[in-house]
């Protein structure tokens, strides 16, 4: 065979085995640039969820302090709508002296109801015996019947006081005894009754300071 082929063969494997001995040193390795940017970029959103958290509990504070300073100051108004209304019913109740019913209690007076008596007058008519109890707490001597005179009902018309009285209870003329101030006295009123069955109407009349009635209650009789 030729050896002009065997010889170019032999150069040929020269200039193999030469590459590996050329090629040995290694290169070095360039990242990429965009590699180094995601390196940082978990850093950037870590912050920016820290921030976010931050800002998310400031508005829940902010929240929680508005809703506090709402509900107190809403506190603070009822209490003061309670305390107008409670003084105005204070103020209404000392210038009526009204209180349940026919019972009075103010600044000057005291009259409570006792009782309530059924008798037969002389002309053996039914009467009705209202009691009371009378205390002045003025400085002024008062009698019952010029502060508080009583007025009865019966099925609307008015029952006319009933003087002609059988049996006459003491507590009759004590309507219009004088009581000095701080002193009580125990009065009544006696009233002509149409029928023995008919509910009785007791109103109160104030003479002393409003010229109202104001107390009225009714009374069963049968």
Excluded at 28 to 36: D, F, K, L, T, V
Excluded at 95 to 115: A, H, I, M, P, Y
Excluded at 198 to 211: V, W
């Amino acid at each position: 065979m030729p050896r002009d082929l065997d010889l170019d063969f032999e150069f040929q494997d020269e200039e193999v085995r030469e590459r590996p001995q050329r090629q040995a040193r290694p290169a070095q390795r360039r990242e990429p640039a965009g590699r180094s940017h995601a390196r940082t970029a978990p850093a950037r959103r870590k912050k920016n969820d820290m921030t976010s958290i931050i800002i998310l509990a400031a508005e829940i504070v902010v929240f929680i302090g508005l809703l506090i300073g709402f509900f107190y100051l809403k506190g603070k108004i009822e209490d003061t709508d309670s305390s107008s209304q409670a003084s105005a019913s204070s103020e209404s109740g000392e210038s009526s002296g009204t209180n349940n019913g026919v019972n009075v209690e103010s600044e000057d007076f005291t009259l409570t109801c006792t009782k309530v008596q059924l008798v037969m007058d002389a002309d053996n008519q039914t009467a009705a015996v209202v009691y009371f109890t009378f205390v002045n707490k003025t400085d002024t001597p008062l009698a019952m019947s010029a502060v508080f005179p009583a007025s009865v009902k019966q099925n609307g018309a008015d029952c006319p006081e009933d003087t002609n009285l059988t049996d006459t209870p003491a507590e009759i003329a004590n309507k219009d005894m004088q009581v000095s101030g701080g002193q009580s006295v125990e009065c009544a009123y006696a009233f002509k009754l149409a029928d023995q069955t008919s509910p009785l109407t007791l109103t109160i009349h104030d003479n002393y300071s409003t010229f109202q009635d104001i107390g009225s209650t009714e009374i069963p009789i049968s």
